[in-house]
């Protein structure tokens, strides 16, 4: 079976699992083609073998910008509804012309796969690159199919109805993804919404000895520098946190497009000697500042189910995150980890101060080390790679038309249906008014 896997960005240092699914699809025998719209911003070594096998849509052929040309004129009839409703629907008019110019990447994408005989196509983040792979399909003659994460589902779900009436299937991380998609898109048929979940390696992720010694409660972030992290949020924390006399010291992995403000921030909270923006760490490196965390915190608005989360508690650290979306199904309050109410900076301190002080021994009604245990069960049971992934595989080629030998009895992790259908409910509530 001829697969086409296309993102956004291909290799990206913090979404190992795109290429993990492809080499899991190999083992099964299936011919998997990697494309990526846009070239990445950076990449490790490891992923260099991927990159350069990657078809890539930009920079773009002249050659084969004419033949994209041709064959929207000639068989301008197979997207002719999809163009209708980028023209005619409820967007900005600036997202209705990007998605007809999305349009022509996706018979541009088609020119560059025609001769690979693709009878699948899979996107990786219902971003721009689903429509771009939406219209490849049509013009292969072939099924597609996508997996929605987060941001992309919650806020920046363009043109979701189009592509999740036209999918043959959509893989999501999370029950609670799956619950919001059947509030929000209810003409849907919520038989092809499936959960797969993500996962990590816990050989790779394991346990080490704590390197942080001292007085000095150590926190990590690691994510990219984007609006939808609120790593703003952790750097007023940390100037509360400098203000009741706390000594602390505060490490940001990650680079992005909010590297700059940050920085300017850092300078007008004055926490140059407690805060650390290490910029892009290669994952080989992470381990080791996982290792010297007493906590690893989450300040997003946004997320999926973050593997970031999953690395730590695989090996044994203290998280600490918003209770939002579909985080609760990994992180059990006080269990396994911590959770907060978002944007509540009194709850994100007192949350903190308590994790200090149980850490240092000056709270000992609080057993941080049956935490960090319960943790690294948690991954065992239900987030473990190497389980999901094969789980991952048999229900993408059922559902993609291919070949299964034999179907996993993968263990189901039990989920608080109440609290996630709370959330679901106000975030369909507070979208009901908002156009798709």
């Known amino acids: ?63 084969a910008c004419f033949k994209a040309i041709w064959l929207c ?62 219209v490849a399909a049509r013009f292969l003659d072939a099924s597609f199919s996508m997996t929605l994460h987060g941001s992309d589902l919650l806020l920046r779900a363009d043109y979701l109805d189009v592509k999740l009436k036209h999918c043959r299937f959509c893989i999501t991380v999370s029950d609670f993804n799956r619950l919001y998609i059947a509030g929000r898109f209810p003409q849907i048929d919520p038989g092809k919404i499936l959960v797969q979940r993500l996962g990590v390696d816990p050989v790779c992720w394991r346990p080490r000895n704590h390197n942080h010694g001292g007085k000095t409660f150590s926190m ?6 984007h609006p939808t992290k ?31 403000r940050l920085e300017q921030l850092i300078r007008e909270l004055n926490l140059r000697q407690e805060v650390t923006l290490l910029g892009h760490v290669p994952r080989e490196r992470l381990p080791e500042l996982y290792a010297e965390a007493d906590v690893v915190v989450l300040t997003s608005r946004s997320e999926g189910l973050p593997v970031t989360l999953m690395e730590a508690m695989a090996m044994e650290r203290v998280v600490l995150a918003p209770r939002i979306t579909g985080i609760p199904e990994l992180v059990t309050h006080g269990v396994n980890g911590f959770l907060y109410t978002q944007n509540s900076m009194e709850d994100f301190l007192a949350k903190l101060q308590s994790i200090r ?67 679901v409910q106000l975030h369909v509530q507070r979208d009901r008014s908002l156009p798709v």
């Open 73 to 134: 004129i000639t068989k301008f009839s197979l997207i002719a509804d999809l163009v209708w409703r980028a023209l005619r629907g409820p967007e900005a008019i600036s997202r209705r012309c990007r998605t007809i110019v999305h349009t022509w990447l996706g018979t541009y994408l088609a020119v560059l796969l025609k001769k690979e005989r693709i009878r699948h196509l899979h996107i990786h983040h219902g971003y721009f690159a689903s429509w771009v792979g939406m």
């Open 1 to 63: 079976m001829s697969i086409a896997y296309l993102s956004n960005r291909f290799p990206e240092p913090l979404e190992s699992y795109v290429g993990e699914e492809i080499s899991e699809l190999r083992k099964r025998g299936c011919t998997v083609f990697p494309c990526s719209v846009q070239w990445p911003v950076a990449f490790s070594w490891p992923q260099a073998k991927s990159a350069i096998e990657t078809l890539y849509v930009f920079p773009l052929n002249f050659m």
């Open 230 to 260: 609120n790593h703003g949020f952790l750097l007023l924390a940390c100037a509360a946190l400098r203000a009741r006399g706390v000594p602390f010291r505060c490490v940001i992995a990650g680079e992005g497009e909010e590297r700059g």
């Open 357 to 423: 002080a149980a850490s240092q021994s000056l709270d000992l009604d609080l057993d941080l080390d049956a935490v960090r245990q319960a943790a690294r069960r948690e991954v065992d049971l239900y987030f473990n790679s190497r389980v999901n992934l094969a789980g991952f595989a048999e229900c993408f080629l059922k559902h993609a038309g291919g070949f299964v030998e034999s179907a996993l009895e993968l263990p189901r992790k039990e989920t608080h249906e109440n609290p996630v259908l709370q959330q």
């Open 220 to 225: 990590l972030s690691v994510g990219r520098l």
